[in-house]
């Protein structure tokens, strides 16, 4: 099993571009979500979702979308790229339910907008 | 909203001596979990507390969630350089919203 991965690794865009990260996990988890990481700063949810076609915003969705068509991908949209986005993106995913379980994370993309 | 605060933000200790972090929310949580972070890498899952109360321990580790689900914390025992790292805690809100802590990074002097 790959578990999740994530890409690209590294990103860098100017200011009003837009891009698509990319999520996948091989784990059938139902529970997949998307965070960012600022520098001496814990993970923040963007979004997340509880299984295909289902999705939810979660603490810092401004600025994002994303979409869930099947159990495996959760992609992360960028619509007009900021400075402020520039952060560490971590992917992650789960079985959910109430007990949720472990999380799952991937090695992260670190993106840089100038 | 939601928050959950995390302290220290750093601890320095020199090695074999012992190490805790706290975790609080404002507001009751589904469970918490705890993850363990090196530099430039990704969060990683230590263990999940889900009943009122609960304590379990994973060798030098010790986790606690608190009778009111509001708090927890995570003490290690006669820390090793091994240790080193950042610990997070992460509060499940309604069963489906994680809300990191901040994270307390530890140091370990050999």
């Known amino acids: 099993n790959a578990g999740v991965t994530q890409t690209p690794k590294f990103q860098v865009l100017k200011t009003g571009q837009s891009m698509t990260l990319q999520c996948a996990q091989d784990?059938?988890?139902?529970?997949m979500s998307w965070y960012r990481q600022d520098p001496g700063m814990g993970l923040r949810l963007i979004h997340y979702s509880v299984g295909a076609g289902i999705t939810d915003q979660g603490e810092v969705p401004n600025g994002y979308n994303v979409s869930r068509s099947t159990t495996e991908d959760f992609p992360l949209r960028l619509l007009s790229a900021a400075p402020s986005q520039t952060s560490v993106y971590f992917c992650a995913s789960s079985y959910g339910g109430r007990t949720s379980g472990e999380q799952f994370f991937g090695p992260g993309t670190r993106l840089t907008v100038l | 909203g939601q928050q959950v605060m995390q302290i220290p933000q750093y601890q320095h200790v020199q090695e074999g001596e012992d190490f805790t972090t706290y975790c609080n929310s404002s507001t009751t949580l589904s469970n918490i979990q705890w993850y363990k972070q090196r530099p430039g890498g990704h969060p990683v899952f230590l263990i999940q507390l889900v009943k009122s109360g609960e304590v379990k321990k994973q060798k030098r580790l010790t986790f606690q969630f608190g009778e009111a689900k509001k708090n927890s914390s995570l003490h290690i025992t006669a820390t090793q350089t091994t240790d080193v790292g950042t610990y997070f805690c992460a509060g499940l809100y309604n069963f489906n919203k994680f809300y990191f802590g901040s994270g307390t990074k530890l140091n370990v002097k050999p």
């Open positions: 784990m059938n988890h139902e529970y």
